[in-house]
């Protein structure tokens, strides 16, 4: 099965949690899945073991977010000003030894 594949059921598999979970999820326009950012960020947590692990600011109307897990997946959300969450993009192999390496002073 190839990344984009597993990806997508990834993305197909938080979808469904979020509906078993009774979050109020939508699909936005591009089509991504959305739901509130509690109840995205606690399934990325409880299913994938994902944590964020960056954020930035998408104009002054959302920010964005990186999760990843220890396992190398990942997961980019964003959130409005609503406090809705969308997942746009996820996948695998996030390799986070160059921020370490820099934390570290190297």
Same mark, same amino acid.
């Given at each position: 099965?190839? #990344?984009?594949?597993?990806?997508?059921?990834g993305l197909a598999a938080v979808a469904s949690v979020a509906l078993f979970t009774g979050a109020q999820q939508a699909t936005s326009q591009s089509g991504d899945v959305c739901a509130p950012r #509690?109840?995205?960020v606690a399934q990325l947590g409880a299913q994938?073991?994902?944590?964020? #692990?960056?954020v930035g600011l998408?104009?002054?109307q959302a920010v964005m977010e990186v999760f990843a897990s220890d396992q190398g997946t990942w997961t980019?959300?964003?959130t409005?000003?609503?406090?809705?969450?969308?997942i746009v993009a996820a996948g695998e192999g996030w390799?986070?030894?160059?921020?370490?390496?820099?934390?570290?002073g190297v």
């Open positions: 099965m190839t #990344k984009a594949l597993r990806a997508a059921f #509690k109840d995205l994938y073991r994902e944590s964020q #692990k960056a998408l104009g002054d980019i959300l964003t409005d000003t609503n406090g809705t969450s969308c390799d986070d030894t160059f921020t370490r390496l820099v934390g570290e």
